[in-house]
DNA sequence: TAACAAACGTTATATTATAACACTATGATA
DNA sequence: TATCATAGTGTTATAATATAACGTTTGTTA
């Protein structure tokens, strides 16, 4: 059993903010949600950032420089990512799927390269908008 | 069979450079090694890799923000993209698995989302670094 | 050749992210 | 308890990445 990780104030604040959004958020919209907490500049959301990704509580969606809270294992250190991405509506799910995290926590480069953490962003249209 | 598409100037110059490089070339850098021949701005950079993305000719490493020669299917529309990382060289290799894009390809969410694009970065340490 | 689309050049600006430095809290341990 | 290391904080400044907007030029095709 994972044990409940402790955060800093500024970490907590920051993560609070990321489990509440409906969607991913972008730094500088968290920064500026937070200012009326003390919070004042992107040096404090990125290193609240870096630690809360490094814990494994919250992803950065690459494609849009966006941060979603981590919905699977939750006490974990993620190494394993997978989300959908409607290119219309712009929402973001994160995808738990056993067998697609099995098929390429085990698939193996041809080249001998150790793979520690893949990322995986699948783009489309969700039910709504197609 | 695809047919060769052609590029403009601009294009060209951009497209020569990123097939020339060993690894990933961010825009900027890219820049840098143009002005002699005549781009000026950020935009005409942009505006060329945004061309040559759409073409197929090039894929963004997203969490690098750098930009590569397509290796594979040279002259088809890339929908199904795959790289390996060096967390330690920073090397970059495009992945050509075919059962491997086969499967991701075919790959549906619970949700009912339809796929039609993805992206697939792997992280680890290379044969010489590990 | 007229009309349209694509590409170009340019200036300005927006957005995302990090460097660097001094200070403060916390907790381990001698 | 003193002191030491570590992590966190606050702040100013700046770097790096990317787009907006506007007018001009070039290339295609009706």
Known sequence: MAQTQTFSKNQQIVLDIIEK?????KAYSI??????????????????LDKLIE??????IES??????????NCEVSKATAFSICESCEIVDEISDEKLSKYL??????????????????????KKCK
């Open 55 to 60: 814990a494994g509580k919250i992803h950065k």
């Open 31 to 48: 920064l500026f949600n937070v200012q009326k907490k003390g919070i004042n500049a992107p040096q404090q959301i990125y290193r609240a």
């Open 64 to 73: 849009k420089n966006a941060f979603v809270a981590c919905k699977n294992s």
């Open 21 to 25: 959004a409906k969607g991913p958020l």
């Open 105 to 126: 926590s085990k698939f193996n480069e041809k080249k001998g390269m150790k793979f520690k953490r893949f990322n995986l962003e699948f783009f489309g249209l969700c």
